[in-house]
Structures are given as structure tokens and as C-alpha cells.
């Protein structure tokens, strides 16, 4: 049931963003996201989105935060050896 409140709030939020009606459908699912093609009413996709499975959770999201850190880092070694 959190699930469905956690889909009805991201259906909020982009009819928000949007300022218009739109429509969720799910493309894929994984182990820690699920990916949502934001469609208006017409079926014109507006956007494509990735959010963690089921939304926000923080064990889930920390992951990506190491991984971000990580190529950050890395990233900085690669530059700074020129």
C-alpha cells in the first residue's frame, strides 16, 4: 500500500511541475529503481524519469551517493595528473 501513496505523490508532483494532467507509465524495474515514462494526456512523453524503488528510500539511494563520490573523485585524479 506505501507503494501505491509513493506513486500517487510522484503523479502529484509531476502534475505540479507540469502544470498540466499527466499520466505514469512504468518502462522498467529493477532491484533499486523503477523507470517511468511521464506522458501528458495526449500520450507526448514529457520526460523520462529513474527514482528509487519504492521512492526515497535512504538505504537504496546511499549507494548512488558512495558511486557519485567515487567518479567524483576519480574524476579529479584523472585531471589532475595532467
Not at 15 to 44: P, R, T
Not at 46 to 55: D, E, F, I, K, Q
Request: aromatic letters at 8%.
Amino acid at each position: 500500500m506505501a507503494e501505491d501513496d509513493d506513486l500517487h505523490q510522484l503523479w502529484v508532483a509531476f502534475n505540479s511541475h507540469f502544470s498540466k494532467a499527466c499520466n505514469l507509465k512504468k518502462l522498467a524495474e529493477g532491484d533499486h529503481h523503477e523507470v517511468y515514462d511521464v506522458l501528458q494526456e495526449d500520450g507526448i512523453s514529457l520526460v523520462v524519469v529513474r527514482v528509487a524503488a519504492p521512492a526515497f528510500p535512504k538505504d537504496k539511494l546511499e549507494p548512488e551517493v558512495d558511486e557519485a563520490l567515487f567518479a567524483d573523485s576519480t574524476a579529479f585524479l584523472l585531471t589532475s595528473r595532467a
